[in-house]
């Protein structure tokens, strides 16, 4: 895993054969209770199903 960590930073990691990437604007990822997970740095295994939902236009990037 660390191995490929740079290719996170440099634009690179979905060129990566054992990854797979998606686009959507909703997810829900079922678990088994008591799974930890992790959101913004903070740990969690509250629940067993994570729903996330993305809000159009919410984010602005600045690119210089």
Do not use: Q
């Not at 895993?1 to 690179?12: A, C, D, N, R």
């Not at 008591?34 to 993305?54: M, Q, R």
């Amino acid at each position: 895993f660390l191995y490929h960590w740079p290719k996170l930073f440099t634009g690179t990691i979905d060129k990566l054969t054992f990854l797979e990437t998606y686009r959507t604007l909703t997810l829900e990822i079922s678990m088994p209770p008591n799974t930890p997970y992790h959101l913004d740095g903070e740990s969690f295994s509250d629940t067993s199903t994570l729903s996330v939902a993305v809000l159009p236009r919410a984010l602005k990037v600045y690119v210089t």
